[in-house]
Antibody, heavy 126, light 108 residues
Framework: QVHLVQSGAELKKPGASVKLSCKASGYTFTNHHIHWVRQAPGKSLEWMGWVNGGNGATQYSQNFQDRVTMTRDVSARTAYMELSSLRSGDTAVYFC???????????????????WGKGTTVTVSS | DIVLTQSPDTLSLSPGERATLSCRASQRGTSTYLAWYQQKPGQAPRLLIYGASTRATGIPDRFSGSGSGTDFTLSISRLEPEDFAVYYC?????????FGGGTKVEIK
């Protein structure tokens, strides 16, 4: 069975950094991207970026481009997301999710986020 | 970047009724990259629909998706008690992934 297990809750002070982990099991880790999505209390979902489980390539949302780093450790089957210069507005639940893909009969691919971790709560407070 | 606007913000319905949720994109996107998710309080989102109209594994057939271009719809034919939740549409773009603001389906 496919699972993504995320690290535990974090409490950080403004200006600090946080590094979250997302451990995958039940599928070939290098075949899929891992995306990171956050959700502030009472708000919608906000995409942060992805890391390619195979070659480690990344793509980040412009909203986080200068503060986020996503990496992966293939041997540990784990993806990481580090967010720096934390502020109160970064208080949120952070989810990792696997990008699934399926081929259509017409020869193109469907993309979607098919497996999600349970989320890690990050609280930024002085 | 493409902006996804969902409507209505809240839908108040009774069990057994039909729900129709809308998702409008600010520019024409590729429907193969349009997905819908369900989220319940304290839980991660769950994939319902991908490719605008294909149900994900294990999703009941009372859920259906349609649309193309800039206008997409999620329909729930007969609401079950477990269907009361928040629903998000999402689009993979060329350089970014975007979520809509969500529609809450609540018990009337």
């Amino acid at each position: 069975q496919v699972h993504l297990v995320q690290s535990g809750a974090e409490l950080k002070k403004p200006g600090a950094s946080v590094k979250l982990s997302c451990k995958a099991s039940g599928y070939t880790f290098t075949n899929h991207h891992i995306h990171w999505v956050r959700q502030a209390p009472g708000k919608s979902l906000e995409w942060m970026g992805w890391v390619n489980g195979g070659n480690g390539a990344t793509q980040y949302s412009q909203n986080f481009q200068d503060r986020v780093t996503m990496t992966r450790d293939v041997s540990a089957r784990t993806a990481y997301m580090e967010l720096s210069s934390l502020r109160s507005g970064d208080t949120a639940v952070y989810f990792c999710a696997r990008r699934g893909l399926a081929a259509s009969s017409e020869g193109y691919y469907y993309y979607y986020l098919d497996v999600w971790g349970k989320g890690t709560t990050v609280t930024v407070s002085s | 970047d493409i902006v996804l606007t969902q409507s209505p913000d809240t839908l108040s319905l009774s069990p057994g009724e039909r729900a129709t949720l809308s998702c409008r994109a600010s520019q024409r996107g590729t429907s193969t990259y349009l997905a819908w998710y369900q989220q319940k309080p304290g839980q991660a989102p769950r994939l319902l629909i991908y490719g605008a109209s294909t149900r994900a594994t294990g999703i009941p057939d009372r859920f259906s998706g349609s649309g193309s271009g800039t206008d997409f719809t999620l329909s729930i034919s007969r609401l079950e008690p477990e269907d009361f939740a928040v629903y998000y549409c999402q689009l993979f773009g060329n350089s970014a992934l975007t979520f809509g603001g969500g529609t809450k389906v609540e018990i009337k």
